[in-house]
């Protein structure tokens, strides 16, 4: 698990010691709406192509847009969480550029007065929040369609006018593995909010990555490229990873970083043999020159008291507020606090499991090392326990059992292994596979005896001061209790029998 | 006012082809009107905002309900062509 | 009744149907025939008409009584050609009714036919139609004005009882003016734009073209309210009322010296400026107060409207680039190809100026100069108004500094045509209400006019925001005092 949030830059982050990388995200989010962001087409998932239109998401003449309330109350949710400054008035400008899956031949947008300005998320600042509409589909039309010499598309237009937030961060992020963990945090702080399905797959989160390479200890902004095309978090970190040593090589050898639009392919290898690789999107044009005005068909949206009270109110807990309260109510370590609520599924089964009444009950931050430890490593990455065979009573009355001593640590892993491929009581697998503690008494004293007659050399060394030898003592105990000695009891006996 | 290299960025910027023969008159044409319209450089503006909406209300946002869509043939009734189930355009250079 | 049709004004119509003197589909056939008539006239009509109906609605209930209504092409009517006078659009049917139409057929008007105009409501002569220029029937060697000037010539000519145009810098009341007949630019946001071929959102509007006073507040009157489709529409907050009043008794009535005769840039035609003067005079006997006022920066609101209408414009009509509607030209080699020869082939000299212009106007570097200095100017200009309307309650200017002008006289230099919106476009750019109603004859032109009699003059009387029950009145007085033969010259 990395360190989420490290403000520090950490050793290793693929640029050499020489450059620091400095890596700003902007990010698209689907909002969740029952309808378009100005009309009211309802939302298409795969529907069949051009179906879900109407003259104003065709761009036909004559339409006119009007914005849809549930998006802007979607963004006010999203500032709230972010921490950002709400503008009290903020207006639509029209972003004026020519593509077929545009059918206004403009965008309609945010320019210098977004919904929002500022806030953080963990480490990073945000710059900005704003709302648009997202553009239709354009999909290659026939296997060898080429017709007069060209080649054909198809433009579906049931996904254009559907409404999205654009987040945009501060360049605060520096390596790779701190934007995908970053990323994965503002994943659940959406999904927590309910705006949107944020699914890279499904394509309601989509990320690009603005990348520049300064000299280690300076503070001043290097070149940056903008990085486009990465649809899953392995592929960000990939290709963040993958434009920082290409700008390193360059810089390295002598070169200039050319500000410029890259598209990453993850199905290629660089010429040095990493897979995926950066190309420069062939621009037929210069840079845009998108002539961006205040849009004369929408009035400016100007937030009042009962659009910020109807937003605090349907916002549910965030992550930060989680591990915040966490933290205060139950004494957990900040990073155990951190590690469950940034993983919404792992705080909800450890709050669950906390509050299902096992006796004995478990001390909850054993309760929560064992959640974000044991448990998430034998289920796999990214699953949700609560889909395991593993009921989080279960779970908590075996930590119980481990607090009070009734089973050891080792015994209460093999319990574990059985809970997640049978599921069960743990109570019930501690009987049936013979798992309970070795206490004190003299079963395990007579043990304890055999295994230091039978390391006479270790037991030496012990008794003379040097403690690291009591490691094959112990390993002999608990070989011959198949674990299920409690190591400290056993130590506490070797020491006795000693004499130390 | 607006020289011949003006002329075709900004005929590029709007999508406009001009033939050889096209471009000086239209040149000619929007420097004459550009001239009259550089009369508002006279004012002084400075401390004046914009107006950027005539209509001086804000709001008028739509609540979140389904509206009928059209049906995908008269979607596509006008479309000068149509590929499949869409409207089929020249591939835009990748 | 046929010589008695044509002599009823739209009012009269209804009030005739309603007593039952006068049935719907007979009052329609009328004026189909003879609509028919001047469209199938092989150049021998005025070339008003883009489209005729081929007959009557079904059943037409409802306070305008079947009524028939000319509507000028830029309107969507569902399955009926809707091309705004391009070429871009040739054969473009939409699938859907612009409300303001909707709002008058709802209430029993009856679409009679679709009325030519300057494409994309760019211009102001009809000249600039892929359809042919309409001609003035005052004088079929002249313009009707535009860019409504189908819209005009069908109502002055009798071959349509009313009319539905549109106003951006003028393009209702100078047609109206040229034409002899009355044309109202409602308060910005009265009328919904939904359904409107837009050319610059912040100042097209809708309104009435008709015989008289009466009649236009009677369209507008269906067509104000707040419509869910347009979001910049507004609720109109009293009812349009039928005009009274036969004197203009406590009236205040202003006329910037900006838009004076010699003082302005425009150049006052000698037998406008006569007109125009009479009818102050004819003001202040009819009990109203003449005084000068000041708009400082009236001077400069046709400057900034070139900036601000065209900019808007060249953003609306990048829509049109062959993909989804309308016209796309032939064998592209490839999507850039058709993009530029699809607007170079579909769109009309002026329509093309007018996207460069706004193009540059807004393009990196030079929007701060022009288009973001426009809208200061639009600000400064607007306050001017305020501030006069605390000393007056009505502003009059001529419509427009000269008369009908001749077949081709002003294309060959763009500003000259410009010049006719001269007094028009501050109202347009303040999104106040403005009327123009036929004041006189101007005989400057010797010999012209159906019966030699000289050429229409138009009035403009222009007020506050919502003012539009004062202004009808104001201009049903005048109206009634100077006896305007608006019928001279229908056909």
Not at chain 1, 99 to 113: N, V
Not at chain 1, 351 to 375: H, I, M, S, Y
Not at chain 3, 105 to 124: I, R, V, Y
Not at chain 3, 263 to 292: K, M
């Amino acid at each position: 698990m990395s360190d989420a949030g490290a403000a520090s830059a950490p050793a290793g982050n693929g640029a050499g010691a020489r450059w620091e990388p400095v890596i700003g995200l902007e990010i698209h989010v689907q909002l969740a709406t029952a309808t378009k962001m100005f009309c009211g087409c309802a939302l298409s998932f795969g529907e069949p192509p051009n179906t879900h239109t109407c003259p104003v998401c065709l761009g036909l003449p004559g339409s006119l847009p009007v914005a849809n309330a549930r998006a802007v109350h979607f963004g006010l949710m999203i500032g709230l969480a972010l921490g950002s400054e709400l503008a009290p008035r903020s207006i639509f400008h029209r972003k004026n550029y020519f593509y077929p899956d545009l059918p206004k031949g403009y965008q309609i947008s945010q320019y210098d007065e977004p919904l929002c300005r500022g806030g953080t998320l963990g480490e990073v600042r945000i710059h900005r929040v704003h709302l648009e509409e997202d553009a239709a589909k354009l999909v290659h039309f026939g296997e060898s369609g080429r017709i007069h010499g060209s080649e054909q598309s198809v433009v579906d237009f049931n996904r254009g006018g559907t409404p999205l937030a654009e987040i945009v961060t501060e360049p605060d992020l520096r390596t790779a593995e701190q934007a995908g963990e970053w990323l994965r945090l503002l994943r659940t702080t959406l999904r927590a909010l309910g705006v949107s399905d944020v699914n890279m797959e499904e394509g309601s989160l989509r990320c690009d990555a603005n990348i520049s390479l300064r000299p280690a200890g300076s503070d001043t902004l290097g070149v940056k490229t903008e990085l486009k095309n990465m649809n899953s978090f392995r592929f960000i970190e990939r290709g963040i990873k993958a434009e920082i040593e290409r700008q390193r090589a360059l810089l390295d050898g002598g070169g200039q970083v050319v500000q410029e639009t890259l598209h990453f392919d993850p199905t290629t290898r660089s010429a040095s043999g990493a897979p995926g690789a950066i190309s420069s999107l062939r621009s037929k044009e210069e840079a845009h020159d998108y002539r961006y005005f205040p849009e004369p068909d929408l009035l400016p949206v100007a937030i009042d008291e009962q659009m910020l009270a109807d937003a605090r109110a349907t916002m549910s807990e965030l992550p930060s507020d989680r591990a915040e309260r966490l933290r205060r109510e139950l004494s957990l370590s900040a990073e155990s606090a951190q590690l469950l609520a940034f993983r919404s599924e792992l705080a909800d089964y450890f709050e669950a499991a906390l509050a299902a009444g096992a006796d004995p009950a478990p001390p909850a931050q054993a309760l929560a090392n064992w959640v974000g430890g044991d448990l998430s490593s034998r289920l796999g990455e990214g699953e949700d326990p609560a889909d395991s065979r593993v009921q989080p009573r279960a779970l908590a009355a075996l930590v119980g059992l481990v607090a009070a001593k009734t089973i050891s640590v080792g015994a209460a892993r093999q319990v574990l292994d059985k809970l997640v491929a049978d599921g069960g009581e743990p109570a019930a697998i501690v009987e049936s596979e013979g798992l309970a503690a070795i206490g004190g008494g003299d079963e395990l004293a007579a043990i304890v005896a055999a295994a230091l007659a039978a390391n006479a050399d270790a037991a030496e060394r012990v008794r003379s001061g040097n403690e690291k030898a009591i490691g094959p003592i112990i390993g002999a105990v608990m070989r011959e209790t198949k674990g299920r000695a409690d190591g400290g009891e056993v130590t506490r006996l070797v020491h006795e029998q000693l004499g130390i | 006012m607006i020289d011949r290299e003006e002329v075709l960025h900004v005929a590029q910027l709007a999508r406009l082809a001009l033939s050889e023969d096209e471009i000086e008159p239209i040149a000619r044409e929007l420097s004459a009107v550009l001239d009259h319209i550089a009369k508002i450089g006279e004012l002084s503006l400075d401390d004046v905002a914009p107006t950027s909406h005539v209509v001086e209300l804000t709001g008028a946002l739509r609540p979140d309900e389904p509206r009928p869509c059209l049906p995908r043939e008269v979607a596509l009734a006008q479309a000068p062509a149509v590929g499949g189930e869409g409207f089929l355009v020249p591939s835009p250079q990748a | 009744m046929s010589g008695d049709i044509l002599e009823l004004s739209a009012a009269q119509a209804i009030a005739a149907v309603q007593a039952r003197e006068l049935g719907a589909a007979e009052l329609f056939a009328f004026y189909r025939e003879r609509a028919s008539r001047d469209a199938g006239a092989d150049g021998e009509g005025l070339n008003c008409f883009t489209w005729v109906a081929d007959g009557a609605p079904e059943d037409v209930d409802g306070p305008l009584a079947g009524v028939p209504l000319a509507v000028k092409d830029l309107f969507c009517t569902r399955d009926v050609p809707s091309q705004s006078g391009s070429r871009i659009l040739e054969g473009y049917l939409p699938p859907y009714t612009a409300t303001a139409v909707e709002r008058l057929t709802g209430a029993g008007a009856a679409l009679l036919a679709k009325t030519n105009q300057d494409e994309f409501a760019m211009g102001s002569s009809t000249e600039n139609s892929a359809f042919g220029p309409t001609l003035n029937p005052w004088d079929r060697a002249r313009v009707p004005g535009g860019s409504s000037g189908g819209s005009a010539a069908a109502v002055a000519a009798g071959l349509a009882p009313w009319a539905l145009g549109t106003d951006t810098g003028g393009s209702i009341r100078q047609p109206a003016a040229l034409c002899g007949i009355v044309g109202l630019k409602p308060t910005y946001g009265s009328v919904s734009r939904y359904g409107m071929i837009a050319f610059a959102s912040s100042l097209d509007q809708a309104g009435p073209l008709t015989r008289d006073v009466t009649d236009a507040a009677l369209l507008l009157g269906q067509m104000v309210g707040r419509d869910a489709c347009d979001a910049t529409s507004l609720q109109f907050p009293e009812p349009i009322e039928p005009p009274s009043a036969e004197r203009l008794e406590g009236v205040r009535l202003g006329v910037p010296v900006e838009l004076r005769g010699d003082v302005s840039d425009a150049g006052i035609e000698p037998g406008v400026r006569d007109a125009f003067e009479r009818a102050l005079a004819l003001a202040e006997g009819l009990g109203a107060t003449v005084v000068e006022v000041e708009l400082p920066h009236a001077p400069h609101a046709l400057s900034a409207y070139y900036v601000l209408a065209p900019s808007e414009a060249s953003s609306n009509l990048a829509r049109f680039d062959g993909v989804r509607y309308g016209f796309r030209a032939e064998d592209a080699t490839d999507l850039l190809d058709m993009y530029t020869r699809t607007r170079h082939d579909g769109f009309g000299p002026e329509v093309k100026r007018r996207i460069m212009l706004g193009t540059y106007a807004l393009s990196s570097g030079y929007y701060d100069a022009y288009y973001g200095r426009a809208q200061r100017v639009r600000t400064k200009l607007a306050e001017d108004f305020r501030t006069a309307f605390e000393a007056v309650d009505l502003i009059l200017t001529p419509t427009s500094p000269g008369v009908a002008f001749g077949l081709g006289e002003k294309t060959a230099d763009p500003w000259a045509m410009y010049l006719s919106d001269y007094f028009t476009v501050p109202m347009s750019l303040a999104g106040i209400p403005a009327i123009s109603i036929p004041c006189g004859l101007s005989t400057d032109h010797a010999g012209s006019g159906p019966n030699d009699d000289g050429l229409p003059v138009g009035l403009q009387i222009a007020g506050p925001a919502f003012s539009e029950n004062r202004l009808l009145d104001a201009a049903f007085a005048f109206e009634q005092a100077l006896g305007f033969n608006e019928g001279a010259a229908r056909v």
